[in-house]
């Protein structure tokens, strides 16, 4: 059987004869340079659709100016679509390259807005559970997600950069006429855009997928423009272009190994459907024209952090080509006038940005309207501030209601602006459902596994309403159910009202780490909380106070005989009190942050009453923890504390408040070390692998070292008896939550080896 480098040297071979035969220009070194005819020709300039693969096309435009070059139209498809819209907006080469080059593109796609500026109810959702799997319920049905990314950061980064252009009657009144190709995913056929919304239309040329939602433009459901048209040579020529420059970057088919997913077959299927239209094109070139294809080899569609290596092996491959560019060039003074007219066009399409004089929200009720408005700074007859906007366009999109989040201005005479903010609220909401699981063992007999699911559900009523819900099985049976109520349009003050129920096996140990006894602790809590959220649409944290009541009960089902008597019949109480809780969350990841901050602090105070009346009376429980993070480079420091005080607790019904386990004293059994009086502290190094997996975010390496005791009793509590555990780990943060393979140990309590999938 031939191996797949001579199978394509076969293909690549034949396919060279017959365009050779027909007169194509395969090879741009192949073309002898001419003088260019006082009537020089118009050309036209075509660039394909493929992915990060398309950044090369700005290193072909370097290459085009340096070789004074004049292009007179641009046709584009796909990635193709974006840079040769810019450009043809009126963006040089160079500023593309610096835009281009300065965007995190790693970063781009991601399906959620920076974890900083999600409301605190979205952050906890984080440390909930790590998702397994994600999907909505409407209508009856099961939804899964749309498209593998999320589009919104590229449609905001192409409305800045095309706002210029949004009076514009058509695409000819560019500094460059233009146009996109897109693929009607109803019908099928190619769809060519000459006027409306560029960004909109360079999104929709864009829309690979399975990748990107498809986009509704003048009702119709517009796809990735590759499918149908990936260079698209032929309406170059319908434009008016007499000569042609094609640059080809598409995808090449892939081998048979990558043929055994329904991944790799559905991305071949699209690469066939795409090599084909390509060809197609390819050999309506003449003789005349001029087919550009930098060697991209090995690098993808999917390489968009390459970018600074792609746009460079485009300009490389232009200089190489210069003799065969040579004969579309001009001479200097005419190529400043081509340059100077384009610069004049992009000038006059730049308007002063007036006043707001209305702002409209579409794809939304007019009650979600009225709420949504109250959360944004831009406001009518303010002048527009266009940073100020994309602030709250990040704060719509952090609601995580909303697949797609987008604006458009429109001018007035007098100069004002109509705003629209247009919404498309998430088609597999607002029922949320998240599946995760967490486990643990420390490869001695001991570990936990919990299986947990959540539901939210979104826009309950009309002020934004919530209920969220989440059950727990395993180690942990636990149920929890809180229902979230916006006060009013004009406040950010909320009512909460929850019940919190929830059964374990606890292992009780004694001051010496003995093993004492095994309970089972049960207790159900409800509460109501008015709360008030700290910074813009809460993305800082919240504050509440409120009533809690709680009954509680502890039953021993093992004693070792070494607990007091007191301890060793069940225990049943009940509380009642007054809560106070603060949290505030910047964080940039919930796992492995790199940067940022979260504390988090509660205190209640009521009575608490037994069965005897013997030990009832009034009680205070204080509890905080505190979390820091700095990054310098790949090196990250991460200190954490925490301290916790409870009072009036009898033996064998302490609070859970406890140390043990990964990062809560290494070394020791989880639960081992507990009290009513609690002190911890930690720091944790860790740092970034320059190794990249399918599975993971990033992988780490690192360590802790760890310090903390609890008491029993305030007369128990001494700095001398602190103790200490430390760990060194290598860890994932994977797509079902943060992995860590860890070396523990502590003086007094052992050395060993510990898996933890989740939080410690």
């Not at 944290?541 to 301890?567: C, F, N, Q, S, T």
Request: aromatic share 8%; hydrophobic share 40%; glycine share 12%.
């Amino acid at each position: 059987m031939p191996s797949r480098r001579s199978s394509f040297l076969v293909h690549g071979l034949s396919g060279l004869l017959a365009l050779c035969l027909a007169g194509v220009p395969l090879l741009a070194q192949a073309q002898a340079p001419s003088t260019p005819s006082a009537e020089r020709p118009r050309v036209g300039l075509v660039l394909s659709g493929g992915g990060a693969r398309g950044f090369a096309h700005v290193g072909v435009l370097k290459a085009l100016e340096a070789a004074r070059v004049p292009v007179d139209l641009i046709v584009g498809t796909s990635m193709g679509a974006i840079v040769g819209g810019l450009y043809a907006s009126g963006m040089s080469a160079d500023d593309l390259e610096r835009e281009i080059l300065a965007v995190s593109w790693g970063d781009l796609f991601d399906r959620r807005e920076p974890r900083q500026l999600l409301s605190q109810r979205r952050k906890e959702e984080d440390f909930e559970l790590s998702p397994v799997l994600m999907l909505g319920f409407r209508d009856g049905q099961f939804v899964l997600p749309t498209g593998a990314v999320s589009s919104r950061s590229l449609e905001m980064l192409l409305r800045r950069y095309t706002l210029s252009t949004r009076h514009l009657a058509s695409f000819d009144g560019l500094p460059t006429p233009f146009r996109a190709v897109a693929t009607d995913m109803e019908t099928g056929k190619a769809v060519v855009m000459d006027h409306g919304d560029l960004a909109a239309a360079l999104r929709a040329s864009m829309s690979v997928p399975g990748v990107f939602s498809p986009l509704a433009v003048d009702g119709r459901i517009l796809g990735d423009g590759g499918l149908v048209n990936n260079l698209p040579v032929d309406v170059a020529r319908r434009m008016g272009a007499d000569v042609v420059i094609a640059v080809n970057i598409g995808t090449p088919l892939a081998g048979r190994e990558t043929l055994g997913s329904v991944v790799g077959i559905t991305t071949q299927m699209v690469n066939i459907l795409t090599e084909q239209n390509v060809q197609a094109s390819i050999a309506t070139l003449t003789p005349n024209d001029l087919l550009l294809a930098p060697p991209l080899e090995q690098l993808t569609s999917g390489d968009f952090g390459k970018a600074p290596e792609l746009v460079k092996i485009g300009h490389d491959y232009g200089k190489t080509v210069a003799d065969a560019l040579a004969r579309f060039s001009v001479d200097a003074p005419r190529y400043q006038r081509w340059v100077a007219t384009r610069e004049a066009q992009a000038q006059a399409n730049t308007g002063r940005i007036g006043a707001v004089a209305s702002v409209k929200f579409e794809g939304v009720n007019e009650a979600h309207a009225a709420r949504l408005a109250t959360a944004l700074e831009t406001s009518e007859g303010r002048r527009l501030d266009v940073p100020t906007l994309e602030r709250d366009m990040q704060k719509l999109a952090a609601s995580g209601d909303y697949e797609r989040v987008d604006y458009t201005l429109t001018r007035r005479d007098d100069g004002a602006e109509d705003l629209t903010l247009q919404l498309r609220e998430n088609a597999w909401g607002p029922n949320y459902l998240r599946v995760g699981l967490d486990l643990r063992t420390d490869f001695q007999g001991q570990g936990a596994f919990n299986l947990r699911i959540s539901h939210n559900r979104h826009w309950l009523n009309d002020s934004g309403a919530e209920w969220r819900n989440r059950v727990q099985l395993g180690e942990t049976l636990g149920l929890y159910s809180e229902l979230y109520q916006p006060l009013n349009l004009h406040s950010d003050r909320f009512v909460a009202a929850y019940v919190d129920a929830n059964l374990r096996r606890v292992d009780l140990y004694t001051t010496d780490g003995d093993m004492a006894a095994v309970v089972q602790r049960q207790g159900i809590q409800v509460g109501a909380d008015i709360g008030w959220p700290m910074g813009l649409l809460g993305n800082v944290g919240d504050m509440r106070v409120g009533l809690v009541a709680a009954r509680r009960k502890v039953k021993p089902e093992l004693i070792a005989g070494l607990m007091p008597g007191e301890a060793q019949g069940s225990l049943v109480w009940s509380e009642v009190g007054v809560r106070a809780a603060v949290i505030a969350d910047q964080l940039d990841f919930a796992n492995f942050p790199s940067q940022g901050y979260r504390a988090k602090g509660e205190v209640v105070i009521g009575r608490r009453s037994f069965r005897d009346d013997e030990n009832s009376g009034s009680f205070t429980r204080l509890e905080g923890t505190a979390t820091g993070v700095k990054s310098w480079g790949v090196h990250t420091f991460n200190v954490g504390a925490r301290f916790a005080y409870a009072s009036q607790i009898p033996v064998g019904a302490i609070d859970e408040y406890a140390l043990g386990g990964f990062q809560q004293l290494s070394g020791y059994r989880a639960g081992q070390v507990a009290g009513n009086y609690l002190v911890f502290g930690r720091l944790t190094y860790y740092r970034r692998l320059p190794w990249s997996v399918g599975v993971a975010r990033a992988l780490f390496v690192g360590g802790s070292l760890e310090a903390g005791n609890a008491w029993t009793a305030r007369r128990d509590i001494s700095i001398k008896d602190m103790r200490s555990g430390a760990s060194l780990f290598v860890g994932a943060d994977t797509g079902i939550g943060p992995l860590y393979l860890s070396v523990v140990s502590a003086p007094r309590g052992y050395t060993g080896l510990y898996l933890f999938l989740g939080r410690p």
